[in-house]
């Protein structure tokens, strides 16, 4: 059955949202408060770059089942269903900015003149929704006939599009029966497919999502600690990843060790777990993401001393190569990127760096320059950071590389490159967490 859904905040999560529920069939509108944003969208163009989203937009968009505006009058007792699909980014004390929401609710709610359901994919902290729906009530003449939901957000950067049409799950936070109904209709297609489904309450739905990113988070601040005793110890710490990986009840996912992770997810929200774990007075759970972060925070400075290191203990005018800008392969993102922690801490030490990146386009940094191809970045480098897996990187040719730098020396933050091969070109190749290649 065809319905008609809004989808309002336009991001990674909100064009691909909007874009999969027009492929689910249903009629779509999605809201922004950007002009040029809806203006490129409605001509079929993402304004970020993610896998097979620009195909979703331009097929849907063409055939007039999908369409972006900036008015919520378009939306607002047109849609069956609406989803909150915005921001919560960090405040100054890492506790989860929610303007973003509460703006979105004070431009609908008002417009809200019959029964309708909202559906919350943000990720929140616990409580956040059953207030939302407070809110909501008092500004709707609709009132009560106003329920809310919440259907929390697994996609991943890079994959968001597949993520979203083959979800691994779907986590339904309901209060009615009708709620849970009309989101089996939403969701039909995924259904037919097995999809497994979790139905709970409102609260749970907010904690699966923090648990699931700060549990994933936690993997992998776990094998980077494992990294740095390999170090000491002399294991080498992508043999012990697969091994553990092999274990069914650990897995090998998110346990890719190197500089850590980075994004507008993993970073903020178990900062904001933190916060709330801490307000609740469960301190033993603030006191595990701290230690998280800590690791996570090592990396980034551990990398850049390295590096230091091996220009021979100066940075001072040595000109750093970095391949890499964007938080992870497969994304044009930077936020809390790894690689830029790393070369902004060299940049700070008086090295010149130079980044690129296949996609991430840097804002104007002060100190640092982006190029436009690995020889560029590479050509009279005194040393080379391999600080973002592109997979293009791990077919780089050594050799060729050689006659363009000062010295051979590259640094592998992502322990992807191919250490005999760098070798074989002469090549000093340093992975973190491989004592043997220190
Ligand atoms: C993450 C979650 O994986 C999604 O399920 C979730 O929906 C999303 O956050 C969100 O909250 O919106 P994402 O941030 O796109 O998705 O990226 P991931 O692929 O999980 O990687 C996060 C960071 O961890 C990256 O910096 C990556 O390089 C790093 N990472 C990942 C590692 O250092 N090691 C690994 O083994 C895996």
């Known amino acids: 059955m065809t319905l008609r859904i809004s989808v309002i905040g336009t991001s990674y999560l909100g064009s691909t949202l909007a874009a999969g529920m027009a492929e689910f069939g249903h009629q779509v509108i999605g809201v922004d408060i950007v002009p040029e944003v809806v203006k490129q969208l409605n001509a079929g163009q993402p304004h970020i770059f993610e896998n097979g989203l620009e195909q979703l937009l331009e097929q849907h968009t063409a055939t007039g089942r999908l369409r972006f505006t900036l ?26 900015d929610l303007s973003q929401l509460h703006a979105a609710i004070g431009s609908l709610a008002p417009k809200l003149t019959r029964p309708t359901l909202i559906v919350g994919r943000s990720t929140v902290p616990v409580g956040t929704a059953i207030d939302l729906q407070q809110r909501i ?7 009560d006939a ?12 890079s994959m968001a599009v597949t ?29 037919t497919e097995e999809t497994p489904v979790i139905t709970c309450d409102l609260a749970t739905a907010e904690l699966i999502k923090q ?28 043999v012990l990843a697969d091994a553990l990986g092999l274990d069914k009840r650990i897995g090998r996912e998110h ?20 916060v709330r774990a801490d307000e609740l007075g469960v301190d033993v759970l603030s006191d595990l993401i701290k230690s998280v972060e800590a690791i996570n925070d090592t990396q980034r400075v551990e990398l850049a001393e390295l590096a230091i290191d091996q220009v021979g203990g100066d940075a001072t005018g040595k000109k750093v190569a970095v391949l890499g ?59 080379v950071l391999h600080l973002t897996e ?49």
């Not at 009530?137 to 009132?143: F, I, N, S, T, Y």
């Open 146 to 157: 106003v329920e809310l939901a919440w259907q929390p957000e697994f996609l991943r950067e």
């Open 255 to 274: 346990l890719s060790p190197g500089l850590g992770f980075g994004g507008g997810c993993f970073p903020k929200d178990i900062r904001a777990l933190a």
């Open 137 to 143: 009530r008092a500004l709707a003449p609709a009132g």
């Open 325 to 383: 800008a964007a938080f992870k392969p497969g994304t044009d993102d930077t936020r809390n990127s790894p690689a830029l922690t790393v070369a902004d801490h060299l940049h700070d030490r008086g090295a010149i760096v130079e980044v690129y990146d296949p996609q991430a386009h840097l804002a104007q940094r002060d100190g640092f320059t982006q190029v436009g191809s690995v020889a560029e970045a590479v050509r009279n480098a005194d040393i």
């Open 211 to 238: 648990a699931a990113n700060t549990f994933l988070a936690t993997k992998i601040s776990f094998i980077n600690a494992m990294a740095q005793l390999c170090q000491v110890a002399g294991g080498d710490v992508t």
């Open 71 to 96: 008015d919520y009058d378009d939306i607002a007792d047109w849609a069956d269903v609406h989803f909150l699909a915005l921001g919560t980014p960090a405040r100054a004390d890492g506790s989860a």
């Open 163 to 191: 993520d979203t049409l083959r979800p691994d799950r779907l986590v339904f936070g309901v209060q009615s029966d009708q709620a849970l109904r009309l989101l089996e209709q939403v969701y039909a297609i995924p259904l």
């Open 390 to 438: 592109w997979p293009e990187f791990r077919y780089l040719d050594p050799e060729q590389l050689g006659t363009l730098v000062n010295n051979k020396i590259i640094i592998d933050g992502r322990l992807k490159l191919h250490a005999p091969t760098w070798h074989e070109a002469g090549w000093k190749l340093v992975q973190i967490g491989r004592a043997s290649t220190l």
